[in-house]
């Protein structure tokens, strides 16, 4: 109890005492928090990561292969005894290849890549190294909350709070145990019910000799009172016997699907290496069989990795061993590029914050639910892109009040408070030395107040970008550049919510201020009404408008695109049918200068 009035007490202190400062420095409703403010940090540190990405380009060489009639695929490994550099050798910030690689890697160019294609086209293939590994797999624990809603969020596409959502209508109605537990253990009613499934379900091959027990503190701060998320009940009826529907039925299967293969045995998978010399060159070809599925045969947890998913894939190879020789169907030479870092989706973001000891997992759902609300994070398919008021706000945060935005800081505060929950910590001490010690926060607002400059604050730079100065003001972000054949001055631009700050380039940029300085050019006159028809950019996006805003009264029709549609892809049939769907809008509401007025 203690230990929950602390918690209550600290985030109200954190959010009381900061959020005034952000008002104060650039606009009213901003908020800060003690856990919300570390989650959007490590999104925006991503996000920065991926503006100093370099892309770099490089070359591989691909074969479709066939022997005893089994087609496979193979993929150039090595040229003249030097392994060809893949998407790991490169620096993912300045794009070149990583120090301790160069001179034990070649990076091949289109030429090179196409000089070994024909080297090896006409040559024989021959095995020069097979080799066979057997595998078994343990099946996953049972959900707790952060996996449920990892899981929720990779199969079924739901958000951390959908995934409450639904789990709190199940847990209602009762097919459900309770959604909120750190907790993987499964009661003996549990098991019991589990493997009296799994034997009728799927044969005793299926079902292990004993109980798989899953006991003990898997994450940091786990607060175990109750079991895993499971099925309740001594039946464990199949999601087709529960008469659901929806999204309540699919998060059911999830969760009746991960409690059975929980209690099931391993699965066992053998996996085959190959090697053919070529010429000058080694390809590589690589399967994996599944010999018993075991747990499989019920669940296959989701992944957020692309290339690990794949590699998850069943794949066959032939039965190849040293000395044989294989046909070649094809060659043909591949270009690829390396990828910045992925952003993070709630998954991902949740895997992260639960490995770093960040928050509880029953409180992850609120915490991603306020950055979004609050207009600090944004949905950009599955993934979460930080908006440009994050990353001003981040900046300021780690600039003056470092601590508070600090992993370590953080984790740390969530021990103490476990200690507090065990008698080992007195709770007036601690959050007495939270706020009034001598760097405690009360203390450090306000000696860094005084230090923080409002323009500069509201102002952000990117790697890459140096001559364009970002801002964020009353009506939204807008971008700067100098004043051309000038001392001094600048001209501004509304940037549209939808962009991402990683997203954009010089290019987007000067369009934006170039059709502020210049006015867009028409795309022709209205048959009906000979008015001028425009296709403009503003703060909430690309529209179409019919007729000029002239005078403080003008209003003109206005219409935002179709989503999807692109701006230099409109043309005038179209926006004059759009253009006329449009309402009488004050210039404010769609001004595309309003943000840098």
């Known amino acids: 109890v203690k230990a929950q009035e602390a918690s209550r007490i600290i985030d109200r202190l954190v959010g009381y005492t900061i959020s005034p400062l952000l008002w104060q420095k650039f606009a009213f409703g901003l908020s800060a928090g003690r856990v919300q403010t570390v989650a959007v940090r490590m999104i925006v540190e991503r996000e920065h990561e991926r503006l100093r990405f370099k892309k770099s380009i490089y070359w591989g060489v691909e074969a479709d292969n066939e022997k005893d009639s089994v087609k496979f695929g193979s993929r150039l490994v090595s040229v003249d005894g030097k392994r060809a550099a893949t998407g790991k050798d490169f620096d993912s910030e300045t794009g070149a290849l990583l120090k301790d690689r160069v001179g034990e890697v070649v990076q091949l160019d289109g030429p090179a890549a196409e000089k070994v294609t024909k080297a090896v086209a006409g040559q024989a293939w021959k095995v020069i190294e097979a080799e066979e590994k057997p595998m078994s797999r343990k099946p996953p624990s049972p959900f707790i909350t952060s996996t449920l809603q990892q899981e929720a969020n990779r199969k079924l596409g739901l958000s951390a709070r959908e995934a409450m959502q639904v789990a709190q209508s199940l847990y209602e109605q009762g097919f459900i145990t309770y959604m909120r537990t750190d907790s993987t253990f499964l009661s003996e009613q549990a098991l019991t019910a589990s493997r009296k499934r799994i034997l009728a379900l799927y044969g005793k091959e299926y079902l292990p000799d004993e109980p798989r027990k899953y006991e003990g ?4 701060g786990a607060q175990e009172a109750h079991e895993a998320i499971r099925p309740s009940g001594t039946e464990f009826p199949t999601p087709d016997e529960t008469g659901l529907s929806g999204m309540q039925f699919r998060l059911y299967e999830l969760i009746w699907k991960r409690t059975m293969a929980s209690q099931m045995v391993n699965s066992r998978q053998k996996q085959v290496s190959v090697r053919f010399q070529v010429a000058n060159a080694v390809f590589g070809a690589s399967g994996m069989t599944i010999e018993f599925p075991g747990f499989l045969r019920a669940y296959v947890e989701g992944s957020d990795d692309e290339m690990g998913a794949l590699e998850e894939k069943e794949v066959r190879l032939p039965n190849l061993k040293v000395g044989d020789t294989v046909k070649v169907i094809d060659v043909r030479s591949t270009e690829h ?111 860094q107040e005084k230090k923080i400059d409002p323009d500069e604050a509201r102002s952000i730079k990117f790697d890459g970008l140096k001559d364009l100065s970002f801002r964020v003001g009353r009506f939204g972000a807008y971008v700067c550049r100098p004043y051309k054949n000038a001392e001094s001055g600048e001209v501004c631009a509304s940037l549209p919510e939808s962009q991402a700050p990683a997203d954009i380039t010089h290019e987007i940029a000067n369009k934006l201020i170039d059709q502020k300085i210049n006015g867009s050019d028409a795309l022709g006159k209205d048959p009906k009404t000979g008015e001028p028809v425009y296709v403009l950019t503003g703060r909430y996006g690309p529209y179409v408008q019919l007729g000029d805003a002239t005078g403080e009264n003008a209003k003109p029709k206005r219409a935002s695109l179709p989503p999807g549609t692109q701006p230099e892809n409109v043309t005038f049939p179209m926006a004059v049918s759009v253009a006329r769907q449009g309402s009488d809008c004050s210039p404010r509401s769609f001004s595309t200068t309003s943000a840098a007025t």
């Open 217 to 220: 503190k898997k994450v940091k």
């Open 337 to 447: 590029e390396t990828k910045p870092p992925a952003r993070f989706t709630e998954a991902s973001l949740v895997q992260t914050m639960e490995k770093e000891g960040i928050g509880r997992p029953s409180t992850y759902a609120s915490i991603i639910g306020t950055i979004i609300d609050r207009g600090y994070v944004k949905k950009m398919g599955n993934a979460l892109a930080p908006t440009f008021t994050a990353m001003v706000v981040a900046k300021l945060l780690m600039q003056h009040l470092t601590q508070y935005v600090d992993l370590g800081f953080t984790s740390e505060m969530e021990r103490s408070l476990d200690d507090i929950a065990s008698g080992d910590l007195d709770q007036l001490k601690y959050l007495k030395s939270v706020y009034f010690g001598e760097k405690g926060l009360k203390k450090t607002v306000e000696t």
